[in-house]
């Protein structure tokens, strides 16, 4: 609560421009609120989120974590992509002998897919249960909260940057020519 100067009011009186009202009973909140502004004028009543939300800086504030957030799933993306486009790479010999023996270029492609989809979720798994492990050594101080639908709304978002990353991967491997690949093309 920060005191503020009021006009016509005397300079050894202080008026506030805040207060906090705790209810017994939470229902009651419309009522309290029409109770509230008959009573005091110039009164605005809401509730805590309307009230922090308001707060000077606090749309800017969400809109850089939106940003910072927006750019570590971009960069996400790509050494995710980096990655396996190595692994891929690696991989293009193996690749070539598959295809000079038949193999299909949607059988390479669904083989790449799942290859990826299963290292991502196995990481992002174990991240998970690491953070989750992390979160309960805190001291009781630390203001950390997971709710389920941000934790859901986090795996799933990092569980599909894994094939979005990957998909440079899943086309060097489609178009691996047989003979290049095993090193018999001149």
Do not use: C, H
């Not at 800086?57 to 990655?83: H, M, P, S």
């Not at 798994?125 to 009781?140: I, M, Q």
């Not at 795996?155 to 491997?173: E, H, K, N, R, T």
């Amino acid at each position: 609560i920060r005191p503020q100067a009021a006009a016509g009011v005397a300079s050894n009186q202080i008026a506030y421009n805040i207060l906090a009202v705790q209810l017994e009973d939470p229902a009651a909140l419309e009522s309290m609120a029409a109770t509230i502004q008959s009573q005091v004028e110039n009164t605005e009543v809401v509730d805590v989120v309307t009230a922090y939300e308001a707060t000077p800086g606090y749309a800017a504030q969400q809109n850089t974590l939106n940003t910072q957030r927006g750019f570590t799933l971009l960069i996400g993306i790509l050494v995710i992509g980096g990655f396996f486009q190595i692994q891929i790479l690696q991989k293009i010999p193996n690749i070539g002998m598959l295809k000079a023996i038949g193999t299909g270029n949607r059988t390479v492609g669904s083989a790449v897919v799942l290859q990826i989809l299963a290292v991502t979720v196995f990481g992002v798994l174990l991240g998970a249960l690491g953070t989750f492990g992390l979160s309960l050594g805190l001291p009781e101080g630390i203001p950390i909260q997971f709710t389920g639908q941000a934790a859901t709304m986090a795996i799933l978002s990092l569980v599909l940057i894994g094939p979005i990353g990957g998909l440079v991967s899943v086309w060097l491997a489609v178009k691996a020519e047989p003979l290049m690949a095993l090193g018999l093309s001149s």
